[in-house]
């Protein structure tokens, strides 16, 4: 797998039917191993092991309906009161980020609501705030830690 923008860390692999499979601490299986779920799961523990947050409140592939369509975000944090909190897009290190990656993120958080949207491919990561009361989506410099997203709130 292709090196990437994030600290490396101890995974776990195995391989299970002929296919390469990830051990992902969230679901607490292990998944087979494409370039997105390697930046997935490179992301998770950055986001725990680096920014502070808790995989507790982590979920992987959640569901969502918008408009009678079941929609699944890679990645989404809640809050101490489990309400959605980040919501984050993986894409493979080979896949350009364009806007309808972030149309797809805008898309998710109509229903969800969170304050923070995140885009990565594991190489290049955007950070947004969400502001509600305007309807205003605006970039960050970087990906805030819990403790500074807290503050922001």
């Not at 984050?88 to 290190?93: F, L, V």
């Not at 309808?100 to 805008?106: H, L, Y």
């Not at 898309?107 to 205003?136: R, S």
Request: glycine share 2%; charged share 25%; aromatic share 12%.
């Amino acid at each position: 797998m292709d090196s990437l923008n994030l600290p490396a860390y101890e995974y776990r692999l195995d391989k299970r039917d002929g296919k390469l499979v990830i051990f992902d601490p969230i679901r607490k299986k292990f998944v087979v191993l494409t370039p997105e779920e390697w930046v997935r799961q490179h992301f998770i523990h950055f986001l725990a092991s680096n920014l502070g947050y808790s995989m507790s409140r982590m979920s992987v592939e959640t569901g969502n309906k918008y408009n009678q369509l079941q929609k699944r975000s890679d990645i989404l944090l809640y809050d101490e009161f489990m309400k959605p909190l980040v919501i984050i897009e993986c894409k493979a290190p080979s896949v350009k980020i364009t806007q309808n990656a972030f149309d797809q993120i805008a898309v998710y958080n109509k229903t969800l609501k969170a304050k923070l949207l995140i885009v990565t491919n594991g190489m290049t990561h955007y950070a947004c705030w969400f502001d509600e009361e305007e309807q205003k989506v605006s970039f960050l410099e970087k990906i805030p830690s819990l403790q500074e997203l807290k503050a922001m709130i």
